[in-house]
């Protein structure tokens, strides 16, 4: 008997599961469409170039971009234990304090930047600064670079040259300025937020005998009241949760917007029809997370430098 079904296991279904089963009274099943988060291509950093794409990942594609002369692009979302904070960059960014306070403004309750503060430093544990902004204890890990490299340097060191101030903390009072991000790593592994919230103690609160990595389409074959075609787009049959998935408290909690966004756009195409039966979901249906998505493009450029033949000759060459 389960008080609260979780779907999907990466950055904000890690999180919820172990916030909720620090109560011990209460249990939780966490679903994962994806595998096992243990291959050292995601614990690597050096490798993550490797992931997107890759076996991790969903493999979304765009529609057809208007700019792009109508080139479709991949649109990379992890599907393992941690989600996309296991194929992600690493990078320890929260949003802009404003960008917040506008949200709290709207009318979402607890949003505004001097209240998620507290919570962001509940849940770190910076290396390097304890301070108004930063915290220690916490599970997430935030580290420096444990490299740099010598043209990272230059780079920052040219910017700064150019009269772009140093900020030694992204993170902290601005958001401007340039310099080096801080990580989320632990002794030069990545720190996801499966290693980070469901780690040891964690998992073991999380019912030990719950499929942890089973598809939720396996679901209500198992027990648990919502049609598997809820999330059919985004998922594959799998293994059966054994003793099936009964919820007492009847909350589902999903935390895979991606999934929920084809699904909205799924039931307003299908007038609603394969909207899930017999379990509270905590959240609303609106058609804005669709809508407002905003995916950045990350592109990557290869410069290759050459000796100009008179450098090579010993004469004022140029490269
Ligand atoms: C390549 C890449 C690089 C990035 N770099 C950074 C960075 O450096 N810094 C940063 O702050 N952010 C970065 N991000 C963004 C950040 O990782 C994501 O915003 C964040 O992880 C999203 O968390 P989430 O919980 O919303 O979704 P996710 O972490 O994607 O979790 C959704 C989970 O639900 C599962 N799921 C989906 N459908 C189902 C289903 N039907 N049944 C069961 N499970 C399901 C998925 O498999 C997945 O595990 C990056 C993202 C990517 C993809």
Same mark, same amino acid.
């Given at each position: 008997?389960?008080?609260?079904?979780?779907?999907? +296991?990466?950055?904000?279904?890690?999180?919820?599961?172990?916030?909720?089963? +620090?109560?011990?009274?209460?249990?939780?099943?966490?679903?994962?469409?994806?595998?096992?988060?243990?291959? #050292? *291509?995601?614990?690597? #950093?050096?490798?993550?170039?490797?992931?997107?794409?890759?076996?991790?990942?969903?493999? %979304?594609?765009?529609?057809?971009?208007?700019?792009?002369?109508?080139?479709?692009? &991949?649109?990379?979302?992890?599907?393992?234990?941690?989600?996309?904070?296991?194929?992600? %960059?690493?990078? %320890?960014?929260?949003?802009?304090?404003?960008? %917040?306070?506008?949200?709290?403004?709207?009318?979402?309750?607890?949003?505004?930047?001097?209240?998620?503060? &507290?919570?962001?430093?509940?849940?770190?544990?910076?290396?390097?600064?304890?301070?108004?902004?930063? !915290?220690?204890?916490?599970?997430?890990?935030?580290?420096?670079?444990? *490299?740099?490299?010598?043209?990272?340097?230059? *780079?920052?060191?040219?910017?700064?040259?150019?009269?772009?101030?140093?900020?030694?903390?992204?993170?902290?009072?601005?958001?401007?300025?340039?310099?080096?991000?801080?990580?989320?790593?632990?002794?030069?592994?990545?720190?996801?937020?499966?290693?980070?919230? *469901?780690?040891?103690?964690?998992?073991?609160?999380?019912? #030990?005998?719950?499929?942890?990595?089973? &598809?939720?389409? =396996?679901?209500?074959?198992?027990?648990?009241?919502?049609?598997?075609?809820?999330?059919?787009?985004? =998922?594959?049959?799998?293994?059966?949760? &054994?003793?099936? +998935?009964?919820?007492?408290?009847?909350?589902?909690?999903?935390?895979?917007?991606?999934?929920?966004?084809?699904?909205?756009?799924?039931?307003?195409?299908?007038?609603?029809?394969?909207?899930?039966? !017999?379990?509270?979901?905590?959240?609303?249906?609106?058609?804005?997370?669709?809508?407002?998505?905003?995916?950045?493009?990350?592109?990557?450029?290869?410069?290759?430098?050459?000796?100009?033949?008179?450098?090579?000759?010993?004469?004022?060459?140029?490269?």
């Amino acid at each position: 008997m389960y008080d609260y079904v979780i779907v999907g +296991a990466g950055s904000a279904g890690c999180v919820l599961a172990h916030r909720l089963s +620090a109560d011990p009274s209460v249990r939780v099943l966490l679903l994962e469409a994806g595998g096992p988060d243990s291959s #050292p *291509f995601i614990h690597t #950093p050096a490798m993550m170039g490797f992931l997107p794409d890759g076996a991790f990942d969903w493999r %979304y594609r765009t529609v057809p971009q208007l700019h792009c002369n109508m080139r479709r692009f &991949p649109w990379p979302r992890g599907r393992t234990l941690g989600g996309s904070s296991s194929i992600n %960059y690493m990078i %320890y960014i929260r949003g802009h304090a404003a960008d %917040y306070d506008h949200w709290a403004e709207l009318g979402n309750k607890g949003w505004s930047y001097r209240e998620v503060l &507290p919570l962001f430093k509940k849940s770190e544990h910076n290396e390097r600064m304890e301070d108004r902004y930063h !915290g220690r204890g916490g599970p997430l890990n935030v580290a420096d670079h444990r *490299f740099r490299h010598p043209l990272s340097e230059m *780079f920052v060191d040219a910017a700064q040259a150019a009269g772009i101030s140093p900020n030694p903390d992204f993170n902290g009072a601005t958001q401007e300025g340039c310099g080096f991000y801080q990580l989320t790593q632990k002794d030069g592994v990545r720190w996801s937020t499966a290693s980070a919230f *469901f780690a040891r103690p964690s998992r073991a609160r999380i019912s #030990p005998s719950s499929p942890m990595r089973s &598809p939720v389409g =396996s679901a209500s074959r198992a027990g648990a009241r919502w049609e598997s075609s809820t999330f059919a787009a985004a =998922s594959r049959p799998g293994p059966t949760p &054994p003793g099936g +998935a009964p919820v007492r408290r009847q909350h589902q909690l999903p935390a895979a917007p991606h999934a929920l966004r084809r699904r909205a756009r799924r039931a307003s195409a299908g007038g609603g029809r394969r909207r899930g039966r !017999g379990l509270a979901r905590s959240g609303s249906e609106s058609p804005g997370p669709s809508r407002d998505l905003s995916p950045h493009r990350d592109h990557g450029a290869r410069l290759t430098l050459r000796r100009h033949p008179r450098a090579a000759r010993g004469g004022a060459g140029r490269v």
